[in-house]
Structure formats: structure tokens, C-alpha cells
């Protein structure tokens, strides 16, 4: 491996051990609002605030002005984010957030399994091999043995 493959590997190693964090977060604030939604809001304009915080240091806020040249379905990205942190603001106070991420890597894992191997979205195509399949199954075996515990 290279050090750049690493340092990639450690970011989203790093991106995925706060997916539960979220979930928590925002499933306690919006039991203590009373509204689920209105918690969405204050993470929305919270991530918003630092994305463009990042965009305005990077220098990347003029690329914002090719946006609407660009195709319609790929703005489609925030309404999955909008439903992942909706829905798990929603049922991780009473399905637990564990239980909720579990689901959530399954359907990550499914999902981007699709997109690889049907290319979809301009993804590069990824045959779904013995082997891979094997290791998918061996990650969805091994999220559900520590959610029996």
C-alpha cells in the first residue's frame, strides 16, 4: 500500500467512526426539542456553515458558479442526505443507534457494491468476484455477530 492509499484509508476510517456520533447527537437533541426535523435543521445549517468555512479557505467558492450547469440529477446527493439524517434522527432513539447504523451498513454496503459493479453515477465498473462477494458477506456476518451481543 502507499502512503497516499493509507492516508485515504484513514480519512474514511476516520469518516466512519463518526457515523454513529451523528446519530447520537442528533437523536438526543431532537428528543430534547420534541422535533426530530427541527434537529435536522440546526446539523444542516451547522454542516453548512463548515463546509463554506472550508470552501471560502480553500479558495472553492468560485467553482459554485459552474453548479448550475451541471447536470439536475446529481444535486439528487442532498436528498440522501437529507433522509439518512432525518431517518436516523427519528428511529435511533427507540431502535437504538446501533441497531440504526447496522442497517445503515448494509445498505452501504449493498449499494456500493451496485454502483461498482454497474458503474453507475461515473463510478469505475468493479466486477463483483467470489472473492468480493465473500468479503462483503464476511463484513455483513461480522456487523450482525456484534449487534447479537
Same mark, same amino acid.
Given at each position: 500500500?502507499?502512503?497516499?492509499?493509507?492516508?485515504?484509508?484513514?480519512?474514511?476510517?476516520?469518516?466512519?467512526?463518526?457515523?454513529?456520533?451523528?446519530?447520537?447527537?442528533?437523536?438526543?437533541?431532537g428528543?430534547l426539542?420534541?422535533?426530530?426535523a427541527?434537529?435536522?435543521?440546526?446539523?444542516f445549517?451547522?454542516?453548512?456553515?463548515?463546509v463554506l468555512?472550508?470552501?471560502?479557505?480553500?479558495?472553492?467558492?468560485?467553482a459554485?458558479r459552474?453548479?448550475?450547469?451541471?447536470?439536475?440529477?446529481?444535486?439528487?446527493?442532498? &436528498?440522501?442526505?437529507?433522509?439518512?439524517?432525518?431517518?436516523?434522527?427519528?428511529?435511533?432513539?427507540?431502535? +437504538?443507534?446501533?441497531?440504526?447504523?447496522?442497517?445503515? &451498513? &448494509?445498505?452501504?454496503?449493498?449499494?456500493?457494491?451496485l454502483?461498482?459493479?454497474?458503474? &453507475?453515477f461515473?463510478?469505475?465498473?468493479?466486477?463483483?468476484?467470489?472473492?468480493?462477494?465473500?468479503?462483503?458477506?464476511?463484513?455483513?456476518? +461480522?456487523?450482525?455477530?456484534?449487534?447479537?451481543?
Amino acid at each position: 500500500m502507499t502512503a497516499e492509499t493509507l492516508r485515504d484509508a484513514a480519512v474514511m476510517l476516520a469518516a466512519g467512526l463518526g457515523i454513529p456520533v451523528p446519530a447520537a447527537l442528533n437523536a438526543r437533541l431532537g428528543g430534547l426539542l420534541g422535533a426530530p426535523a427541527a434537529a435536522a435543521v440546526i446539523l444542516f445549517a451547522v454542516a453548512l456553515a463548515a463546509v463554506l468555512a472550508v470552501a471560502a479557505a480553500t479558495g472553492s467558492l468560485v467553482a459554485l458558479r459552474a453548479a448550475p450547469a451541471q447536470p439536475p440529477h446529481l444535486f439528487g446527493a442532498g &436528498l440522501f442526505v437529507a433522509f439518512y439524517v432525518l431517518s436516523i434522527t427519528w428511529i435511533a432513539p427507540r431502535f +437504538g443507534v446501533g441497531n440504526a447504523v447496522f442497517c445503515v &451498513l &448494509l445498505g452501504q454496503m449493498v449499494s456500493a457494491a451496485l454502483i461498482d459493479r454497474f458503474g &453507475l453515477f461515473g463510478a469505475p465498473v468493479r466486477d463483483i468476484t467470489l472473492t468480493r462477494a465473500s468479503g462483503l458477506a464476511l463484513m455483513a456476518a +461480522g456487523v450482525a455477530l456484534i449487534q447479537r451481543g
